[in-house]
């Protein structure tokens, strides 16, 4: 096939993280990243790990960034979160000096780490509170110049092409969420043309 060049994110890298809330707690779109990285680069062995956990907003992801971040040691961590800070209206203020904690904590490790803009929501009156959340993202990212992943733009875009990518409750993945996580991180690598070898498999 193409020769894909590895982007500098994954040089040394083996073993890759998610952290987050429920758009990554069982989802399967680490699997399809570390599975399609995987096809791209043969004999890189990249490894999964899932730390993410449903209903967790930053202030959680920080209090258990120890026992399931620092001590998997990790090459990579993706981190997508806020979802549940606007859910919960909780104050965007708050949630940025947290956001700032958990990565001063991810500085300290030996891991490099990308940030992911969550998908999009259906519902409205929370819908029109996420940018307020989206904006500490994008404005932590630039502060720590760290890659930013924006599966937001692409969640919106293929809602409007008319994709399934939410499920009933406008919050959680639909059928075609959990691929469009997937591309978004990978498009996020600049592996947009990987997308070929992108592999629709759990492991077993």
Not at 76 to 104: G, H, M, R, S
């Amino acid at each position: 096939g193409d020769n894909v060049k590895r982007p500098a994110i994954l040089e040394n890298v083996k073993r890759i993280l998610f952290y987050g809330d429920s758009l990554t707690d069982g989802s399967s779109y680490p699997d399809y990243v570390v599975n399609s990285l995987n096809a791209a680069f043969p004999g890189a062995n990249f490894e999964m790990e899932n730390s993410a956990k449903c209903g967790d907003r930053v202030g959680n992801l920080l209090e258990r960034f120890d026992a399931d971040v620092a001590a998997k040691k990790p090459d990579l961590v993706f981190i997508c979160i806020t979802t549940n800070d606007c859910w919960q209206k909780y104050a965007p203020e708050k949630t940025k000096a947290e956001f700032l904690e958990l990565v001063a904590k991810l500085k300290v490790l030996p891991a490099k780490f990308a940030l992911i803009r969550p998908s999009c929501i259906g519902n409205e009156e929370l819908a029109g509170r996420f940018p307020n959340y989206l904006a500490i993202i994008d404005e932590i990212a630039k502060q720590e110049n760290c890659p930013l992943i924006d599966a937001f733009a692409l969640f919106t875009k293929w809602k409007a092409e008319g994709k399934e990518v939410l499920g009933s409750d406008g919050i959680h993945h639909g059928k075609d969420g959990f691929e469009c996580m997937g591309r978004a991180v990978l498009d996020g690598l600049g592996l947009a043309g990987a997308a070929r070898g992108f592999v629709f498999r759990r492991r077993l």
